[in-house]
């Protein structure tokens, strides 16, 4: 496989082919996953550091997971209890770091952008975990990985993501990939929950949950952010479950086998009912996580090929520039 990026911050820089080519790969690392022996040497002898300045659960544990079962040496830093608490700043930290001669670094933050920086400042390949309001790309690559296993294909699918919009890195990270992938693509929501602009992302945007689950293929629902909300934007989470809560009524509006996915944590009677999100056949909500290990996995991989003396990787030019 050919993997042109130096580092993964988002999916807008990547090519269909690229996309592809991990989606393949972490196909074969489901396999694994799957097997008595979880275990691979690709990673033996490299250092992964995971960064989280964000609580997580599911991300920090996949990533840990990822790392270890293909052999990395890898290190939680609790952020926490760092020098950042002490007033040290990220670049400062990243240049700490970045003397111990780590292989990988994953980092999630709160301020977008913060990752691509911290990048500018280290050696190593650097993964982003989560950056504000940004972007989630391994999250986007688990989304497509967990669809194509379920549907057999990403083009030509409906695909309604629906709910706080306007706060999702993995709303945001969805559109650029989906997108590239050919899929018809809905926002659904209230006005005061969608991005600016929304109209402009190649999406259709639907303020009535009735009209905007017609026919879609995949229901993709999203966590009400409260922790990134900064004022009043629907009157109650009641009211919110009332127009806009997944039910197993609205989810009889969708395609016959439309499949319903959540990135987590949920909040089960606002923007899901248990009795969907538990509904056998059609919610994949655990596959995504599942499907998250693997994705991860294919990432830690492909950005150690240089390191590792692997061809197919991306080269730097005597300009400094990677092609």
């Not at 990988?104 to 050696?123: E, F, I, M």
Request: glycine letters at 8%; aromatic letters at 4%.
């Amino acid at each position: 496989m050919t993997f042109r990026q130096r580092h993964l911050l988002g999916i807008e820089p990547l090519s269909p082919p690229e996309i592809t080519d991990l989606l393949d790969l972490a196909d074969t690392y489901v396999d694994l996953n799957r097997s008595s022996d979880k275990h691979d040497e690709v990673l033996r002898g490299l250092t992964q550091i995971n960064m989280f300045f964000e609580n997580s659960t599911r991300t920090q544990a996949s990533f840990e997971i990822a790392g270890k079962r293909l052999g990395a040496d890898v290190m939680n830093m609790g952020m926490a209890s760092s020098s950042v608490k002490k007033g040290e700043t990220l670049i400062d930290t990243a240049l700490t770091l970045n003397a111990m001669h780590p292989d990988l670094l994953v980092v999630r933050h709160p301020q977008s952008g913060a990752v691509d920086l911290l990048a500018q400042k280290v050696n190593c390949a650097v993964l982003n975990a989560g950056d504000g309001r940004h972007e989630h790309p391994t999250h986007a690559l688990l989304d497509a990985l967990t669809i194509r296993r379920a549907k057999g294909r990403l083009h030509r699918l409906t695909i309604a993501i629906c709910g706080d919009v306007a706060h999702s890195r993995v709303a945001r990270s969805n559109v650029h990939l989906l997108g590239k992938m050919e899929a018809r693509l809905r926002f659904v929501g209230p006005a005061t929950l969608m991005p600016s602009g929304a109209a402009n992302w190649g999406v259709e945007v639907y303020h009535d949950m009735r009209e905007g689950l017609k026919d879609a293929d995949v229901v993709m629902m999203l966590r009400l952010q409260n922790e990134r909300m900064d004022g009043q934007f629907i009157p109650s989470p009641r009211e919110f479950r009332h127009l806009y809560g997944l039910t197993a009524e609205r989810l009889a509006l969708a395609a016959p086998d439309a499949i319903v996915m959540h990135p987590g944590p949920m909040n089960r009677g606002v923007e899901i009912d248990s009795d969907v999100a538990d509904l056998e056949g059609r919610s994949i909500i655990t596959s995504q996580v599942e499907m998250g290990v693997a994705i991860r996995m294919a990432c830690l991989d492909v950005l150690t090929r240089k390191t590792r003396g692997i061809s197919g990787w991306a080269k730097e030019t005597s300009s400094g520039e990677w092609v």
